[in-house]
Nanobody, 116 residues
Framework: QVQLVESGGGLVQPGGSLRLSCAAS????????MGWYRQAPGKQRELVAS?????RTNYADSVEGRFTITRAGRTAYLQMDSLKFEDTAVYFC????????????WGTGTQITVTS
């Protein structure tokens, strides 16, 4: 059984920082990429950032320069700086097992609320 365990969510003021972690465990033959998505109320889930096994990263335009995704083995991290109100959402960790498919596994999500 595959599990993605997320941690690090919470409340933060605008301009603040948070760091999310996602640890993947279980029977995953190979990980092509790990990523973070988010879903705000009334909106579709969107890709925030991803990182391949080779270290290639991809960011949504809205977080470029503010968020940094890194990875160590089967754990992915999302460092979020200069947080804005519009970053408020549930953040989901994901795992892709091949380059030509979407996420095969999802975490249960962690809430990030940016509030003054």
């Amino acid at each position: 059984q595959v599990q993605l365990v997320e941690s690090g969510g919470g409340l933060v003021q605008p301009g603040g920082s948070l760091r999310l972690s996602c640890a993947a465990s279980g029977s995953i033959f190979s990980i092509y990429a790990m990523g973070w998505y988010r879903q705000a109320p009334g909106k579709q889930r969107e890709l925030v950032a991803s990182i391949t096994a080779a270290g290639r990263t991809n960011y949504a335009d809205s977080v470029e320069g503010r968020f940094t995704i890194t990875r160590a083995g089967r754990t992915a991290y999302l460092q979020m700086d200069s947080l804005k109100f519009e970053d408020t959402a549930v953040y989901f960790c994901s795992v892709r097992t091949s380059y030509n498919t979407g996420p095969a596994y999802w975490g249960t999500g962690t809430q990030i609320t940016v509030t003054s």
